[in-house]
């Protein structure tokens, strides 16, 4: 029962480079979530899906890119990493409508150099 | 981006001490919860609170919601090791949930 599984776990770029974050879910979960965690600030979302097919902004979208590929995965992209996106990115899924079933994943750790 | 304002920001306490910290915001919210998230972990839930005045304990771990529903608290009795974290409260209206700055525990045995 993995739960909600993000690979990589640690990252390094360099600027300019591009990569993908993925997120996947086991939970059978329609909503699900970025998050970006930077010291001294709270989680931020990135963009959210809704459920599968839809993909929405969050608050702090610009500089990235998200794809619904399915149900259980939704990934996240630098189309080209700047040292501002350094971060520890989380992935949460969440059951229904209630706020309080929001599970989160473990985190990938992301440094752009 | 909004923002709740969550104090203190780090904690250094001894095991068996008590801990209190809260949040603040200019926004009413219909709901706060209260995370605690491990080193190298994402945040997990501890307590959800929905009304306003609402008081909920989970063990050792009791959550209040403020009366105005512009603020909570969340107090730890007893502290023990594993209480070793940070904590995040988050306030949620409509379909938005926002994320407090965290709250760093330390305990030393």
């Known amino acids: 029962n993995a739960g909600v599984t993000q690979t990589p776990k640690f990252q390094v770029l360099k600027t300019g480079q591009s990569m993908t974050l993925q997120c996947a879910q086991d939970m059978n979960h329609n909503s699900m979530y970025w998050y970006r965690q930077d010291p001294g600030m709270g989680l931020r979302l990135i963009y959210y899906?809704?459920?599968?097919?839809?993909?929405d902004k969050g608050e702090v979208p610009n500089g990235y890119n998200v794809s619904r590929l399915n149900k259980r995965e939704f990934s996240l992209r630098l189309e080209s990493a700047a040292p501002s996106q350094t971060s520890v990115y989380f992935c949460a899924t969440r059951a229904g409508t209630e706020m309080k079933k929001l599970f989160f994943g473990s985190g990938t750790q992301l440094s752009v150099l | 981006g909004q923002q709740l304002n969550q104090s203190p920001q780090s904690m250094f306490i001894q095991e068996g001490e008590d801990v209190s910290m809260n949040c603040t915001s200019s926004?009413?919210?219909?709901?706060w919860l209260w995370y605690k998230q491990d080193p190298g972990e994402g945040p997990v839930l501890l307590i959800a609170l929905y009304k306003a005045g609402e008081l909920t304990s989970n063990g050792r771990l009791t959550a209040q919601f403020g009366i105005t529903r512009k603020d909570s608290f969340l107090n730890i009795s007893a502290s023990i090791p594993s209480d070793v974290g940070i904590y995040f409260c988050a306030g949620g209206a409509t379909n938005k949930l926002i994320f407090g700055t965290g709250t760093l525990l330390a305990v030393q045995p």
């Open positions: 926004s009413i919210f219909n709901t």
């Open positions: 899906s809704a459920s599968e097919g839809t993909t």
